[in-house]
């Protein structure tokens, strides 16, 4: 079966822009989770949605956000991006938490 | 604010050798999770343990959770050039995973 897909695979951005990441689950996962990685930070939680509802939320200023759609795919936006945004976006879907996660393959964002 | 310490951080060893990766806190957690990240991917679940002093074992790994659901291990029997790569521990707890360090991992031939 087909894992999670993240699109882009990489992005370049300038300072200030915005930017959406997308990411489509395992069919039939309702819960959708995305962690930003960076070589400093380790790997972050930003958010997590369940059937188009956002249940937790990391510590991330509010220029990150996202949704759920009610086909359980996710989007996040990053509004008036730093240079600081620049890291490895991941996104991942479980059936439940205590199952397990599986990851896609990441969205590579670099602003210069 | 929940912390997971990953110990070591880096280990260099050679093949055949055994290891151990630590993983501690003081929070409980409802699961405790372990991946294996390769460079440019998406960490890659290995196991998850559930049940305090529940062991796992998956070919030469053997994942141990602490009878307090704080703590876990993970350990390699005779390591191979195959296993090197980035391992992560993951505790969950309210919907999100709350990260050790990582323990970057080469077995040299």
């Known amino acids: 079966k087909a894992g999670v897909t993240q699109t882009p695979r990489y992005l370049i951005k300038t300072r200030g822009q915005q930017v959406t990441l997308s990411c489509s689950p395992i069919s039939g996962h309702r819960s959708v989770s995305w962690y930003q990685q960076t070589p400093g930070q380790g790997l972050q939680f930003l958010f997590e949605?369940?059937?188009?509802?956002?249940?937790n939320k990391g510590n991330f200023p509010g220029r990150f956000s996202g949704r759920q759609f009610s086909n359980s795919r996710s989007e996040m936006n990053v509004s008036t991006l730093e240079l600081g945004d620049s890291a490895l976006y991941l996104c991942a879907s479980s059936l439940a938490s205590t199952s397990g996660y599986t990851f896609g393959s990441g969205t590579r964002l670099t602003v210069v | 604010t929940q912390l997971l310490e990953q110990s070591p951080q880096f280990l260099s060893i050679q093949e055949g050798e055994n290891l151990t990766v630590y993983c501690n806190s003081s929070?409980?957690?409802?699961?405790l999770q372990w991946y294996r990240q390769e460079p440019g991917e998406g960490p890659v679940l290995l196991v998850t343990v559930v049940t305090g002093g529940e062991v796992k074992k998956l070919k030469r790994l053997t994942f141990q959770f602490g009878d307090a659901r704080k703590d876990s291990s993970l350990h390699i029997t005779a390591a191979q050039p195959g296993d090197t790569g980035l391992y992560l521990c993951?505790?969950?707890?309210?919907?999100?995973?709350?990260w050790g360090a990582g323990t970057k991992l080469i077995i040299k031939p």
């Open positions: 929070s409980v957690f409802s699961s």
């Open positions: 949605y369940f059937s188009e509802t956002q249940r």
């Open positions: 993951a505790g969950d707890s309210n919907y999100q995973l709350i």
